[in-house]
């Protein structure tokens, strides 16, 4: 179902200590809003998040998971973990996820089976490199990362996920995207989802823009009809995030 979201991805941020301080000063800020709101965390800042969370109605994501329960898997976190401490959403396939660590759109796939099983919530990242965008490929590369995340996503779950489109070029660069190439990313989204699963379904999943969101050009992101909210980096660390939060509550 579409819900109007805004999310943050802490990345390498907000060790425990500087976690508590920060959502101590931005909890009043956002904690009677409607919106759906994500705090993606950093495996050791989790817990934080989840005891300063008590009581009210934001969710707790994680930054990535393992696409097993359990084994010997050294370094990894599996979904039963994430689960079993409060989580409720994971982000997956974030181009840092891939660019650094070699994560391909099957490993993805595999993560997001893994979380629905679950129950857990997939933040399905997407998104294309400026030289991909330059050649003119940008709607068939987003079209084949979206194919292929979803190989074996039965219909009934895809719109439980979260599907966020972040050009690399305007990842943690300060470029934002301009509204017609946002616009452009999110309705490539929906229109590979309705080729795999039909037009209501398509309708119905949440899209959201990352990449370089903050409140100096939310304004021109979140009236956009097929872009349901945003994933913030830079700006989900700051008292910024509860600006972003109030702009989105303006666009019904």
């Not at 809003?33 to 994501?61: E, M, R, W, Y």
């Not at 994680?62 to 696409?67: L, R």
């Not at 309705?187 to 990352?210: A, D, F, K, P």
Request: charged residues 25%; glycine residues 10%.
């Amino acid at each position: 179902m579409r819900n109007r979201t805004v999310a943050a991805n802490w990345k390498m941020n907000m060790p425990p200590k500087e976690t508590k301080e920060f959502l101590d000063k931005l909890l009043p800020e956002i904690r009677e809003t409607d919106l759906n709101l994500i705090i993606c965390a950093p495996f050791v800042s989790i817990q934080t998040v989840v005891d300063c969370l008590k009581g009210t109605k934001i969710h707790v994501g994680a930054q990535n998971m393992y696409f097993e329960d359990r084994g010997a898997y050294t370094g990894e976190i599996s979904p039963v973990m994430l689960k079993e401490i409060g989580v409720s959403h994971v982000i997956l396939g974030h181009s840092e996820r891939r660019k650094y660590f070699g994560e391909t759109n099957e490993i993805v796939n595999k993560k997001i089976i893994k979380a629905l099983e679950h129950g857990l919530v997939p933040m399905a990242c997407c998104g294309e490199s400026l030289k991909i965008r330059g050649d003119g490929l940008a709607k068939q590369y987003i079209h084949r990362q979206i194919m292929e995340m979803l190989q074996g996503v039965r219909k009934e779950d895809v719109s439980k996920c979260i599907f966020s489109y972040e050009p690399i070029w305007a990842i943690g660069t300060g470029i934002g995207a301009t509204k017609e190439q946002a616009e452009e990313g999110c309705m490539e989204i929906r229109r590979c989802i309705e080729s795999m699963y039909g037009s209501e379904t398509s309708n119905n999943v949440t899209v959201l823009y990352g990449g370089s969101v903050n409140s100096s050009n939310a304004h021109t992101i979140f009236p956009i009809q097929d872009i349901d909210g945003g994933l913030l980096g830079t700006a989900g660390l700051s008292m910024d995030f509860a600006r972003v939060v109030k702009i989105r509550e303006e666009y019904k």
